[in-house]
């Protein structure tokens, strides 16, 4: 007989399924006592999900198919909005760390158990009945034993949000049950824990035994969705793309994203962890992106470091924030930044007012070129009055910074200028006018332009003059 257990906020999966709403209930059970176990069960929450998700489009190849390979054909088949695959990648990042490198705080486990709830929500709001379902607030969980003040904090923000919704009647039956949990003996407690570790001990099992019957209903799902009409198909791919925009996370679990995004492109990045408040420091031979460090208006979200300088600034907001508008945060750490000897160097400069070259902005979601301003990384040179703030799709690598830190710009432009128009092929006047007027709009600062020639008058010798 299956255990009649649901969690506190994955429990309307269950019309799929119990199988999708029991490793969230396990999640939130083992997230006060063992965060690591919390991660690998939200890893497999998000497995089985990901798996749904590819019934769904009528893309399950190999039931055995690893979660990476799986999201790389999801990310292809543009089934699963970008912003959805960064939260899967999320999970199988996090999930793996714990599983290899036994690595897993409190701070990472809820904001993980906050971003699957908000996947959980997005499958929900793609694939069933009501594409406006509103869930209510996230139900944190038990606080763990002895929390650190900033997680107690965050669960009592939680809380306080929960409470806030639930009308009188719920509310005065929660405080009923936290009294009689309050008035319990040690005896009663002890008796009340082992129960309970019984029934979790019996889900889990449960879970496993299951694994043949999901596998079945995948099957069963795929089969629906090979003979669903291309109309239909595109209308389910349009519903999870209004469900992605509808995606709701807070600084803290943004943080946690670009973390994930900042690893992967080369720097060291742990919020939690490698803080200048915790004591982390320039190191050489470290490319070390820094939470929190000090400026003279406020802590910069990061400082980015190649060794011992300071290469970049960068402000973090929440996703439904203007990503472009919150460059100007960064500019300012640029401006107010605390860098004493000793402890860290200047890359260079100073250019103006600003202390640092290269100042970035990002709310975590992927570059889109219809929302421009509210998406991707956005990037300013503050080398040079004239350079623009442009969008990035990808975290620049340290050795990217690094390598636009070694040109010099002056002389890049004096060279410009002074290259003669010799190629091999003689060009004819308008040819040169063409490449100068390109030239001239490089300098200040423009990196779009659209050259327009009749045919027949030599696009093709100006493009490789140009290039040359």
């Known amino acids: 007989m299956s255990t009649a257990v649901t969690s506190q906020n994955f429990a309307f999966l269950n019309t799929y399924g119990p199988?999708?709403?029991?490793?969230?209930?396990?999640?939130?059970?083992?997230?006060?006592?063992?965060?690591?176990?919390?991660?690998?069960?939200?890893?497999?929450?998000?497995?089985?999900?990901?798996?749904?998700?590819?019934?769904?489009?009528?893309?399950?190849?190999?039931?055995?198919?690893?979660?990476?390979?799986?999201?790389?054909?999801?990310?292809?088949?543009?089934?699963?909005?970008?912003?959805?695959?960064?939260?899967?990648?999320?999970?199988?990042?996090?999930?793996?760390?714990?599983?290899?490198?036994?690595?897993?705080?409190?701070?990472?486990?809820?904001?993980?158990?906050?971003?699957?709830?908000?996947?959980?929500?997005?499958?929900?709001?793609?694939?069933?009945?009501?594409?406006?379902?509103?869930?209510?607030?996230?139900?944190?969980?038990?606080?763990?034993?002895?929390?650190?003040?900033?997680?107690?904090?965050?669960?009592?923000?939680?809380?306080?949000?929960?409470?806030?919704?639930?009308?009188?009647?719920?509310?005065?039956?929660?405080?009923?049950?936290?009294?009689?949990?309050?008035?319990e003996s040690a005896d009663d407690r002890a008796r009340r824990e082992a129960e309970d570790r019984a029934v979790w001990e019996q889900l889990a099992a449960e879970a496993e035994a299951q694994a043949p019957a999901v596998l079945a209903q995948l099957a069963a799902v795929q089969v629906a969705a090979a003979q669903a009409s291309p109309t239909a198909h595109l209308e389910q791919r349009q519903r999870a793309e209004a469900a992605a925009d509808a995606i709701e996370l807070d600084e803290k679990a943004t943080r946690a994203l670009i973390d994930e995004q900042l690893r992967a492109r080369g720097w060291e990045a742990e919020t939690p962890n490698l803080r200048y408040g915790n004591g982390t420091r320039p190191t050489k031979g470290r490319f070390l992106a820094i939470a929190e460090w000090p400026t003279d208006s406020a802590p910069a979200d990061y400082a980015l470091f190649v060794g011992l300088q300071c290469i970049g600034t960068v402000e973090a907001k929440r996703r439904n924030k203007s990503a472009c508008a919150a460059l100007g945060q960064s500019e300012r750490y640029s401006r107010d930044i605390a860098l004493k000897g000793g402890e860290a160097e200047p890359a260079g400069g100073p250019w103006g007012e600003f202390r640092v070259p290269f100042v970035l902005s990002s709310n975590g979601r992927p570059y889109l070129e219809q929302i421009r301003t509210e998406s991707g990384i956005w990037f300013r040179d503050t080398r040079k009055p004239t350079n623009l703030a442009r969008p990035l799709i990808d975290w620049p690598t340290p050795d990217g910074l690094q390598g636009q830190l070694g040109i010099d710009l002056d002389a890049a432009e004096a060279s410009l200028e002074a290259q003669p128009m010799q190629f091999g092929f003689p060009l004819r006047p308008y040819q040169e006018k063409a490449i100068r007027a390109v030239e001239q709009h490089l300098a200040a600062g423009q990196r779009a332009m659209l050259v327009a020639m009749a045919t027949g008058t030599g696009k093709t010798k100006l493009s490789i003059a140009m290039l040359y």
């Open 19 to 183: 199988q999708l709403d029991r490793p969230g209930a396990l999640a939130e059970r083992y997230f006060p006592d063992d965060p690591e176990t919390c991660l690998i069960k939200l890893r497999q929450f998000a497995e089985l999900l990901a798996r749904q998700t590819a019934a769904r489009n009528g893309l399950t190849e190999d039931p055995e198919e690893s979660q990476a390979d799986l999201l790389r054909r999801l990310r292809f088949d543009a089934a699963v909005p970008a912003q959805v695959l960064d939260l899967f990648h999320q999970f199988r990042t996090t999930g793996n760390q714990a599983v290899h490198d036994h690595h897993g705080d409190h701070r990472t486990a809820l904001a993980n158990l906050e971003m699957g709830r908000q996947l959980a929500i997005w499958f929900h709001r793609t694939y069933g009945q009501d594409p406006s379902f509103k869930p209510g607030p996230f139900q944190p969980p038990a606080a763990p034993a002895r929390p650190d003040p900033d997680i107690l904090k965050e669960l009592d923000a939680f809380r306080a949000e929960h409470e806030q919704l639930l009308d009188a009647a719920a509310r005065a039956q929660e405080k009923a049950e936290a009294a009689t949990r309050a008035r």
